[in-house]
């Protein structure tokens, strides 16, 4: 069963309620300088990843005394923001990563937009800002794709990105809390990720370095926990591999994730096994396909996962596939994990049968071209 809350009727101001006792009204403001349909043929015909952006931007503010208002689907453009604004000196900011997909009567549908809005809700406690309603959250998505629904683009493996963030906008020099905040989504054209099936990638062991450590911010998502996996992942370039692996900050022998990934080791017997710790972002992606695996039968466990464990699994035959999951490629194979040690070679020649599985399912789920029994996709458009 799926959720079908896509309305026929355009209006220049949408209602979405709050945990409040009032709702807020989306205003609409259509952009003057939409581009016209060749330019945007062109663009989809080739998007890239986060190269391109549509023409239009859900803002939504907030104040201590205020709460949320202004809400709005406006023109995409800067933001105007004073130099002493705490976004820019204590880096108050979230963010989230999510997609819109056509299926194949035109309609568009979100994965799982709630699943996101409660991961902003978690990351904005973390961070001290205000928690923006799960369904302002849907509603803004829902606008913006309504109002750009041409951008989203109909090929095979395609989609459009939606990227939620929230920044500290109050201007003030002082270590505390900002009393003014900007929630905004922009939302960009994305092609297939693999344009001739996933392939492999090579992974680097980082040991120098920690993606976060215990009671820091590594189960939120912010630009901090990326700003530093930026110059591990750097150092990953530098030796061939595509990705970087974090281990704990505190004995340096436990599986985290990737800089923007999550990862999935296959036992033989079917086991799904995945690293748990307080200082990991919790995967919609991955969350979904361990449920998936779950629907099979499989077991799945999330646990605390050593590096020596990984490497010994292999070498014996008990773990047979190994993969990295998260909200752009959706599954990627691992061929190895590279450091400074020995390398932990890929079980499998190519990409695991169930790691190719549970893809596949999975996308098969968020295109419509199979049934969603756990309610997942939510409509945003009617069919064409």
């Known amino acids: 069963m799926s959720h079908d809350s896509a309305s026929t009727d355009s209006a220049s101001t949408d209602t979405a309620s709050t945990d409040g006792d009032f709702a807020l009204e989306f205003a609409s403001t259509p952009s003057p300088e939409r581009r016209a349909a060749a330019e945007r043929e062109e663009i989809l015909a080739d998007p890239g990843f986060g190269k391109h952006f549509t023409d239009h931007m ?17 023109p995409y453009g800067p933001l105007t923001l004073d130099p002493s604004a705490s976004v820019f000196h204590y880096a ?60 989203v683009p109909s090929a095979p493996e395609t989609s459009l990105y939606l ?5 500290a906008t109050e201007s003030f020099l002082g270590v505390r809390a900002a009393q003014e905040v900007a929630y905004h989504c922009i939302a960009s054209p994305a092609g297939a990720y693999f344009t001739s099936g996933p392939k492999p990638v090579s992974i680097w062991l980082s040991t120098k370095y920690a993606r976060a450590a215990r009671g820091g911010t590594g189960a939120a998502k912010t630009g901090g926990n990326y700003a530093a996996s930026l ?47 307080e200082s990991i972002l919790e995967g919609i992606t991955r969350d979904s396909i361990l449920q998936l695996a ?25 773990i ?36 190719m599985s549970l893809r596949q399912e999975l996308t098969d789920i968020q295109y419509g071209r199979r049934p969603d029994p756990h309610g997942w996709m939510t409509r945003l458009t009617d069919p064409a």
């Not at 599954?331 to 890929?346: D, F, K, Q, W």
């Open 58 to 74: 859900a803002t939504v503010e907030w104040s201590l005394d205020g709460g949320w208002h202004s809400a709005s689907i406006h």
């Open 92 to 151: 108050q900011e979230i963010f989230e990563g999510m997609k819109a997909y056509r299926h194949a009567d035109g309609s568009v549908w979100s994965f799982r937009p709630d699943a996101n809005a409660r991961r902003f809700q978690r990351s904005a406690r973390r961070l001290a800002l205000p928690e923006l309603p799960v369904e302002v959250f849907v509603e803004s998505v829902r606008q913006l794709v309504r109002a750009d629904v041409d951008w």
């Open 163 to 167: 990227r939620p963030f929230m920044i």
């Open 231 to 277: 110059l591990p992942q750097q150092e990953a370039y530098e030796q061939g591999c595509q990705q970087v692996m974090f281990l704990d900050s505190e004995e340096g022998r436990y599986l985290e994730e990737l800089g923007g990934m999550n990862v999935v080791l296959v036992k033989s017997d079917g086991t799904l096994v995945t690293p748990d710790s």
């Open 294 to 318: 779950e629907d099979r039968g499989l077991r799945v466990e999330r646990r605390r996962v050593t590096l020596d464990e990984w490497r010994d699994g292999v070498a014996d035959g008990s």
């Open 320 to 355: 047979t596939e190994a993969f990295a999951c998260g909200t752009a490629a959706v599954v990627t194979p691992i061929a190895e994990l590279r450091g400074e040690g020995p390398t932990i070679g890929s079980p499998t020649v190519g990409a695991g049968e169930l790691t």
